[in-house]
């Protein structure tokens, strides 16, 4: 086995209260990842702290949404030996994993009463990806703010309108309720989360550990798929389309609403009715997107792209990318290069 040459950790673990209880549940058929890096990230929290002579801090257990197996690929089988209604004892952390592809788990309602009640009964409550939809389906975050994996957010605000859903970010919390977006982010989160328990100096050997940033440069942004004018529910929607078409030209509000015969006010109203956000927030996305494109797939100058994307300088996109995605479009470029590009120029 390797030796593995361990830091010496400075911190030293309070005993009172540790080790916490972490309760995950999960269901049949979701992400196997999700789980995982929650138990890994706890682990490696663990390893440390028995390396410095010292307790665990946490005590990670699994239960499901009925026994069984809940996750099968070939020549691998994760079964669960204990079923949420089966749980005891006091919890400190409870951890909603993603909700299932057929709604089961939402239509399910004794796991979502099961839910509602667990959930003041714990210290805090966290959710990974569409886990968010299981909370919020228990009303567990109305009027909160909340994130979910980028591909689920139209669906999720459609569903939950009490929620103030930020689909940009990696993770939230909210008066003791944390949501976190895709698989990955789970890791993010986990580490927050020790960070918060025991401190910066752990949670940074558990980052580096784990060969990962303790935060992501670019602040907590998803990076999303660029979404296409038929991604929308309106896809014929003269709006949409007329201003997809011309991202290069003139968008002002004033602009649009002479084109479509409309007060600016009426404008406004109908396309915030139609497409759901403001005209504005619209207009910018759609650039964001359209410079994202030519970024990753083109070597022309920034300060071109910006004039491809309707802005008169670079800084005009410069100050759109780092409202949307927290980061500069240099930035953005240097990470979403093909790395068969990169390995190509290193030679």
């Known amino acids: 086995m390797p030796h593995y040459q361990v830091p010496t950790l400075q911190t030293t673990l309070n005993g009172e209260g540790f080790p916490r209880r972490v309760v995950i549940v999960t269901n049949h058929a979701s992400s196997s990842l999700e789980y995982i890096d929650f138990i890994r990230t706890f682990s490696e929290t663990t390893f440390f702290l028995e390396q410095a002579g010292q307790p665990p801090a946490y005590q990670v257990e699994v239960v499901s949404r009925g026994k069984g197996t809940i996750y099968n690929v070939q020549g691998l089988s994760i079964v669960a030996s204990k079923a949420y209604d089966e749980l005891e004892g006091a919890v400190d952390t409870l951890i909603v994993q993603a909700a299932d592809d057929d709604d089961e788990c939402l239509n399910d309602t004794d796991f979502i009463d099961w839910i509602r009640k667990m959930v003041p009964r714990v210290r805090r409550t966290v959710s990974a990806c569409t886990g968010a939809f299981i909370?919020?389906?228990?009303?567990?975050?109305?009027?909160?703010?909340?994130?979910?994996?980028?591909?689920?957010?139209?669906?999720?605000?459609?569903?939950?309108?009490?929620?103030?859903?930020?689909?940009?970010?990696?993770?939230?919390?909210?008066?003791?309720?944390?949501?976190?977006?895709?698989?990955?982010?789970?890791?993010?989160?986990?580490?927050?989360?020790?960070?918060?328990?025991?401190?910066?100096?752990?949670?940074?050997?558990?980052?580096?550990?784990?060969?990962?940033?303790?935060?992501?440069?670019?602040?907590?942004?998803?990076?999303?798929?660029?979404?296409?004018?038929h991604d929308f529910d309106t896809p014929a929607d003269p709006f949409v389309q007329y201003i997809v078409d011309h991202l290069e030209g003139d968008l002002r509000l004033e602009k649009l609403a002479d084109h479509f015969n409309l007060s600016l006010r009426s404008f406004n109203r109908k396309f915030r009715e139609?497409?759901?956000?403001?005209?504005?927030?619209?207009?910018?996305?759609?650039?964001?997107?359209?410079?994202?494109?030519?970024?990753?797939?083109?070597?022309?100058?920034?300060?071109?792209?910006?004039?491809?994307?309707?802005?008169?300088?670079?800084?005009?996109?410069?100050?759109?990318?780092?409202?949307?995605?927290?980061?500069?479009?240099?930035?953005?470029?240097?990470?979403?290069?093909?790395?068969?590009?990169?390995?190509?120029?290193?030679?």
């Open 135 to 229: 909370l919020a389906e228990a009303g567990l975050l109305d009027g909160k703010s909340a994130t979910t994996h980028w591909a689920a957010a139209n669906d999720f605000r459609k569903r939950y309108p009490k929620v103030k859903l930020i689909p940009e970010r990696m993770y939230i919390r909210d008066d003791g309720v944390y949501t976190a977006a895709g698989v990955t982010a789970a890791i993010d989160l986990a580490i927050a989360l020790i960070e918060e328990d025991l401190g910066p100096e752990l949670a940074r050997r558990v980052a580096q550990a784990m060969v990962m940033f303790m935060k992501r440069p670019g602040n907590q942004a998803q990076f999303h798929a660029q979404t296409a004018p």
């Open 274 to 347: 139609r497409v759901g956000i403001p005209p504005g927030r619209f207009i910018e996305q759609r650039r964001v997107d359209r410079a994202r494109q030519y970024l990753e797939s083109t070597h022309e100058p920034i300060s071109r792209i910006a004039n491809w994307c309707g802005y008169d300088t670079s800084d005009g996109l410069l100050l759109a990318f780092e409202r949307h995605l927290e980061i500069s479009p240099r930035e953005y470029r240097k990470r979403f290069t093909s790395s068969l590009e990169i390995e190509h120029r290193a030679t």
